[in-house]
């Protein structure tokens, strides 16, 4: 830049900024690949490091560096101890820097396949990836992992950079076979012509500037083509969404609806409908702390007042009447899985979209992925890092956009209930016809009436604990004390119903969760005919116990811990099924080779070393009848 078209005022450096273009880019790729090292090159030629930072730099290079005392530009990034330590990226790491051409936010993401949630993260408000291959390696499968990744999480524009073409003595016959295989495949996600540039990001070639040991390259530098390339279309030319994080009532004089502008424009006088709900109303102010707008544009905060009076809740999306989005509670979508513990089918999990938190089960595992071929396979499962279409149920129907339109309104995450830890990542494709065309059939005689009838309060007594410890017994004698009191009930035992309704699954932990599902369900049957039902299940995991409960009113579901040590019921065996299970005739035993999670807090822990069948019986009714 002339010196003398430099900005005299901060407000004129500013203007200047805000009239650049803004690019969002991420660097992925397999472990030790040189992203870190990329960016940091990019902010060193660029001068865009402070003196102070450099000064560090170069100290830190000497005490934590991996270059032998010169420079090691991954230390910009790398700032945690751990990644220092180990020479790896675990969190994302972001930069904002600027050129006279365009402004840039680009995210560092880890390339171990542990951190893959991370990269995912990273690449989810990227508009372009620069994948990195050490050209000693050539494509790996954490590269197609991370290709495979920003294909499905809508990233438009890839750039294949071939690093470290220095330690390869910038072979260009290298460098094309590393090209061309990693063309072959990108073609299968979508990308028809990505872009590949020889690169040495610790020597600076074809960064920022043209290589002269590269004079066989003739294509742009990786700065270049950065500057070079098309952003996203403009967002203030599609349809308006505006999702609701905040009802605004300061007062009784006020009241208006906040979030941010994720794409269209509006104006006061603007016709404005509000989904699910799809009631309709006018835009009547659009406040913000500096005051009134006449037009809110893609990634303003602002509040919206309305017209009319309108019921208006967090998650709710704002948006014209005539470009509304869908609502739906059944989704077809693609689901990365990011957490240690396998996802299983029908287990509830909570999905979080936008500013709306919803129950949701995942009712079918359609297939996987393979990133390296891109096959499909079928799965009853999915683990850590596994990529699957899957069928989606929530307990209530949310407005939304397929991802691919929409990354605000489309994608989501998967919360685990008990643990409240993100464990899941997906885009909605599209919504499943059927979950418009069914409803709830209205029925005179319901629950309460089926109560009244018999005289009770229907309840769900669900008795979990090891295999021999005396759940049925002590279920059968409830039952019967019940029945002299002359109550209507009904006994559901694991063994019984897998002669009938689930005799079609075994006892992998995917067939459990859908015993223990089924066995709800049909408890929940029973609870809404007037009945007290008796489940008797071994049910190992708290979340399908969860599940159950869920299903019920608040009261209705009383959980029963039948806490019998293992080796109690181990030299009980009353069907010599522990001696088979040591021996390794039977697999997926529970409390040998399969887990039992311990119920943290049962209505009734019923501890049988103190007490006997008809003992834990007797206090089991009382506490009924007290309650």
Known sequence: MAADSQPSTVIEFLDEQAEKSLLRFITCGSVDDGKSTLIGRLLYDSKLIFEDQLDTLRADSKTSGTQGGDIDFALLLDGLEAEREQGITIDVAYRFFATDKRRFIVADTPGHEQYTRNMATGASTAELAVLLVDARNGVLQQTRRHAFLCSLLGVRHLVLAVNKMDLVDYDHDRFRAIEAEFAEFARGLGYDAPISIPISALKGDNVLNPSPEMTWYRGPTLMGHLEQVEPRADLSERAFRLPVQWVNRPDHTFRGFAGTVTRGTIRPGDP??????????????????????????????VTLTLADEIDISRGDILCRPEERPGVADQFEAKLVWMDDKSLMPQRPYLMKIGGISAGVQVTRIKHTVNVNTLEKRAARHLDLNEVGVVTLKLDRAIPFDPYMDDRHTGGFVII????????????????????????????????????????QVPRMLWFTGLSGSGKSTIANLVEKKLFALGKHTYMLDGDNVRHGLNQDLGFTAEDRVENIRRVAEVGKLMVEAGLIVLVSFISPFRAERRLARDLLEDGEFIEVFIDTPVDVCAERDPKGLYKKARAGEIKNFTGIDSPYEVPEVPELHIETNDLDAEAAADKIVAYLLDH
């Not at 685990?416 to 069914?438: E, Y």
């Open 272 to 301: 404005i409908a509000v989904l699910p709900s799809g009631k309709t109303s006018t835009v009547a102010r659009i406040v913000t702390m500096d005051g009134d707008l006449d037009r809110a544009v893609p990634g303003q905060a």
């Open 416 to 455: 685990d209930r008990l643990t409240n830890n993100t464990v899941g990542a997906g885009m909605i494709d599209f919504s499943l016809r059927r979950s418009s065309n069914i409803h709830w059939q209205a029925i005179d005689v319901n629950k309460e009436a089926h109560a009244q009838q018999k005289n």
